[in-house]
DNA sequence: AGTAGGAATTAGAATAATTCCAAATCACCC
DNA sequence: GGGTGATTTGGAATTATTCTAATTCCTACT
């Protein structure tokens, strides 16, 4: 079995396990939201996904992110009032949006730290998603 | 004095104080913000100002809220690709969506939450900004 | 295998918050 | 009272995203 039709498989597995029907489109919006560790907007998924799938069209692409956000495989990011980003990294994070460069960095959180987050939350009020961003000037080296 | 003198003449200082010119356009946007403790959009702050300033556009309000966060006497507040939300409270704060009624409610913070949070940041990543949102669910009493 | 019915994709139009623009008005100084 | 820069204004422009309606694709069933 080649490499390519290995990556194919797994991606294939991750959309059958959330129950949503492995598209050729689909596949091809993961694949390149997970090859990269860093947070594209919709344009970038689309100039990226183009390479491999020239015919695809920017609705589709709105189409499959907004699928594979749903069933949880990425997550969206929004900063400001700048374009929804996309990030492969399921583990809980927070981001930092650097001001100078305008690039979102994951930043990793001691284990139970949302869920601590949480707490901090009068009684009555049951938050489903937590969501902590920094903004500020990152070292750049 | 009248109470509505007395009214102008505070919000006139908090202006001078910010080295802004007092116009009767940013006193009356800053007077809705401030009389209420919400979260309203630019066009619900437009709907409430043109109660007592017919004429003013709705340009000039997008103008003196961007002056008005600039020098910190009203904070801006993004939720989702929602439209901005403008928020009177100047304490450290978090905030809750409430993804029910769609209502933004302000979360207390102890003393020095947020600087305590900042020190989860890696080194060489300064924060100048730190924002955090809860969505969920609140009790309807 | 052939087909009906629903899901997904597509191109392009529509939407809507916000920003831009250029002209009019205003405030303040001389 | 005129000059000057700041502010306001209405309307046009921008732009990320959503909507629409037509086409294509799958899948299940006979
Ligand atoms: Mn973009
Ligand atoms: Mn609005
Ligand atoms: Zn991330
Ligand atoms: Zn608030």
């Known amino acids: 079995m080649s490499a390519q039709s290995d990556k194919h498989a797994v991606l294939c597995e991750k959309l059958k396990a959330c129950d949503i029907r492995p598209t050729p489109q ?16 919709a344009d970038e998924i689309f100039a ?6 020239p015919t695809i069209s920017l609705a589709t692409v709105y ?30 994070h927070a981001h930092f949006h650097d ?14 730290f949302m869920d601590r987050l ?6 009555g009020f049951d938050a489903s998603t937590v969501e902590l961003n920094f903004r500020g000037k990152a070292a750049t080296n």
């Open 26 to 41: 689909r596949e091809v919006v993961l694949k390149v939201i997970l090859e990269k560790r860093d947070h594209p907007t």
């Open 48 to 53: 990226r996904v183009k390479a491999s799938m």
């Open 63 to 92: 189409n499959c992110l907004e699928t594979l956000v749903t069933c949880g495989l990425v997550r969206q990011v929004n900063l400001e009032r700048a374009p929804t980003r996309y990030c492969p990294n399921l583990q809980e």
């Open 99 to 112: 001001e100078v460069t305008g690039k979102v960095h994951d930043v990793e959180l001691p284990g139970d």
């Open 118 to 123: 949480r707490t901090i939350l009068p009684a």
